[in-house]
């Protein structure tokens, strides 16, 4: 198999995307992604990760971006950007919050769009948005009460998404104490 239809095949799970080290681990080397980005067969997103010139554009596309931007297989979209995903608060992020593992430092200067944040996730507090990593609601909404987000939009995301069945009664009430506390 030819190394542009390895790569097709991976970036169709990913929007088209796929990092350096994802594609080494298809026996793609550098220098052979240099060579495809030079013939135009892929092209260079960002520091680390190349895109599928070919392959078609979604919403979701700047959002897996910024997950595989961090080159760290356990990140997700978390906090503010979670809660504007799942559509139960009226939150319009500055930036794309994500969530990478507390051992794990990012040594990038270009982090302007991204606010990271570092915190061991269960693999339970992990869903998908359209393809992308993005922690669940509930987590979402317990990221933004020790994140500070505003009280008004975690009250907000409290009801809608028990409205919405994107958290449960218990989880509700157990996040209502947590910011009550919070607010003192």
């Known amino acids: 198999m030819l190394a542009r239809d390895k790569l097709w095949e991976f970036a169709a799970n990913q929007h088209g995307y796929v990092t350096i080290q994802q594609a080494a681990k298809l026996g793609i080397n550098k220098g052979a992604l240099t060579m495809l980005a030079q013939r135009g067969t892929i092209n260079r997103a960002t520091f680390g990760v190349y895109r599928l010139p070919n392959f078609p554009y979604s919403a979701a596309d700047r959002l897996m971006l910024a997950v595989l931007w961090t080159r760290a297989p356990e990140a997700a979209l978390s906090h503010e950007t979670a809660l504007d995903l799942y559509e139960i608060s009226d939150i319009n992020p500055s930036k794309y919050h994500i969530t990478i593992a507390k051992g794990r430092r990012l040594r990038r200067a270009d982090s302007s769009p991204y606010a990271i944040h570092y915190e061991n996730l269960d693999t339970k507090q992990i869903g998908w948005w359209e393809g992308v990593p ?22 907000q ?22 910011l009550a506390q919070r607010d003192g």
């Open 134 to 155: 993005s922690v669940k609601p509930a987590t979402a909404i317990a990221q933004c009460i020790d994140y500070g987000t505003p009280t008004h939009l975690i009250r």
């Open 157 to 178: 995301a409290l009801e809608r998404g028990f409205q919405q069945g994107r958290i449960t009664q218990e989880q509700r009430e157990e996040l209502a104490t947590r």
